[in-house]
């Protein structure tokens, strides 16, 4: 990816679990954004954390942001089947908004 | 507003030839960019504009491609002459300058290069 890498790169777990996938970059940012995509469909974006947080919520997302590692993790809880789908971090910074490889969730039934 | 809205959807066509993909971003907002997503190499900035300058043009790979941006409200992402390689699904997108920093992005391009 351009700007960093994210685990797993896929995930299947049963629906009502959690789901966590983590990110890293490797440059400053302004903030750090989480997208996702159903497939053969274009990016949705998520959530957003800034550089100066540490965590957000939003519904059943939760983000986390640590600035020191250069990471963040995304959580999603009580997952559905409607979850199914790719997700991406994006870092936004002078150098334009560049993402991650994504990790490919799959929630089964 | 309908969004982002990019044309084609689809694309075929053959090694040598040019393709132009077109887009409209979101009326009002500041900043456009173009990627390209792969399976190989995932989703790559091509380049971005802010009000309609090109700031970063680092991600375009090579000189076939080229990328303008006469006005607000359109955008195209020119290849010539076209390769194989250069199949992929092209997404335009765009955000505001001001609050929430969150892009829109268009359902994409597929192109294929025969």
């Known amino acids: 990816s351009q700007q960093g890498e994210e685990d797993p790169q896929a995930l299947s777990i049963q629906e009502g679990e959690n789901a966590t996938m983590n990110c890293s970059y490797k440059t400053s940012i302004n903030n750090l954004q989480w997208y996702r995509q159903n497939s053969g469909r274009g990016l949705v974006h998520l959530i957003l954390i800034r550089s100066n947080e540490r965590e957000k919520h939003s519904g059943r997302l939760r983000v986390t942001l640590d600035t020191s590692k250069k990471s963040s993790s995304l959580l999603i809880t009580a997952s559905r089947a409607a979850d199914t789908a790719s997700y991406f971090c994006a870092t936004v910074s002078p150098n334009g908004m560049r993402f991650g490889a994504g990790t490919r969730l799959t929630v089964k039934p | 507003d309908a969004g982002v809205i990019q044309s084609p959807r689809h694309e075929v066509t053959e090694m040598g030839q040019e393709v132009t993909l077109r887009c409209k971003p979101i009326s009002g907002h500041d900043y456009l960019f173009w990627y390209r997503q792969t399976m190989m190499r995932g989703l790559e900035l091509l380049i971005y504009?802010?009000?309609?300058?090109?700031?970063?043009d680092s991600g375009m790979p090579e000189d076939r491609f080229s990328a303008k941006m006469p006005n607000a409200s359109f955008s195209t992402l020119k290849i010539q002459p076209s390769e194989p390689r250069d199949s992929a699904v092209y997404f335009c997108?765009?955000?505001?300058?001001?609050?929430?920093?969150?892009?829109?992005f268009g359902q994409g391009t597929r192109l294929t290069v025969v």
């Open positions: 504009f802010n009000n309609n300058v090109p700031i970063d």
């Open positions: 997108a765009s955000r505001t300058g001001t609050g929430v920093p969150e892009a829109f």
